[in-house]
T-cell receptor, first 111, second 114 residues
Framework: SAVISQKPSRDICQRGTSLTIQCQVD?????MFWYRQQPGQSLTLIAT?????????ESGFVIDKFPISRPNLTFSTLTVSNMSPEDSSIYLC????????FGPGTRLTVL | QQQVKQSPQSLIVQKGGISIINCAYE??????FPWYQQFPGKGPALLIA?????SEKKEGRFTISFNKSAKQFSLHIMDSQPGDSATYFC?????????????FGTGTKLQVIP
């Protein structure tokens, strides 16, 4: 299994601003995943990030709103842009295949 | 489209009782069925998993029952303890575009009361 850390653990942001979430893995991995978990809801995959290529976004998520960087095999960032209260969620990064290993999450509140 | 349906949404069980959570899937291409446990403020963590060629898998107090023909699987927690109080997600994964894509159920919030 992998050990995954995320920064920040939580943040409160104003409408219209952007927040960048960092994800660090303790081993090199090909693919990293970003999920959103809205309050009391399930996990929804936002995008898949491969090192050296553009992220692949799921239906309903676009690069302009959720730009992702993957500069190396142990690190990725997700930016939530032009935030609105509807973006208030927990954002999780993960690695793995059939079994996913998750970071602790970033709890975002947008006022 | 919700491909993995999970019930109940919430569950209260007496300490020592059996907790049962049910899931159903639609996509027959799924080939791996994990269960995740999530405590408040933490990310989900793998609890137990099963492949569709097996009808049951047991690890300690946790058992997965799998019915391939009905496209259903369930988690049984025997001798439930207050420390089991958490949110449980079933999931299903299959190959999509060259990698294993995981679809999660809607979650069950379990409370075990002393």
């Amino acid at each position: 299994s992998a050990v995954i850390s995320q920064k920040p653990s939580r943040d409160i942001c104003q409408r219209g601003t952007s927040l960048t979430i960092q994800c660090q893995v303790d081993s090199q991995v090909t693919m990293m995943f970003w999920y959103r978990q809205q309050p009391g809801q399930s996990l929804t995959l936002i995008a898949t990030a491969n090192q050296g290529s553009e992220a692949t976004y799921e239906s309903g998520f676009v690069i302009d709103k959720f730009p992702i960087s993957r500069p190396n095999l142990t690190f990725s960032t997700l930016t939530v842009s032009n935030m609105s209260p509807e973006d208030s969620s927990i954002y999780l990064c993960s690695v793995g295949g059939a079994t996913q290993y998750f970071g602790p999450g970033t709890r975002l509140t947008v006022l | 489209q919700q491909q993995v349906k999970q019930s109940p949404q919430s569950l209260i069980v007496q300490k020592g009782g059996i907790s049962i959570i049910n899931c159903a899937y639609e996509n027959t291409a799924f080939d791996y069925f994990p269960w995740y446990q999530q405590f408040p403020g933490k990310g989900p963590a793998l609890l137990i998993a099963i492949r569709p060629d097996v009808s049951e898998k047991k690890e300690g107090r946790f058992t997965i029952s799998f019915n391939k023909s009905a496209k259903q699987f369930s988690l049984h927690i025997m001798d439930s303890q207050p420390g089991d109080s958490a949110t449980y997600f079933c999931a299903a994964s299959g190959n999509s575009g060259g990698y294993q894509k995981v679809t999660f159920g809607t979650g069950t919030k379990l409370q075990v009361i002393p």
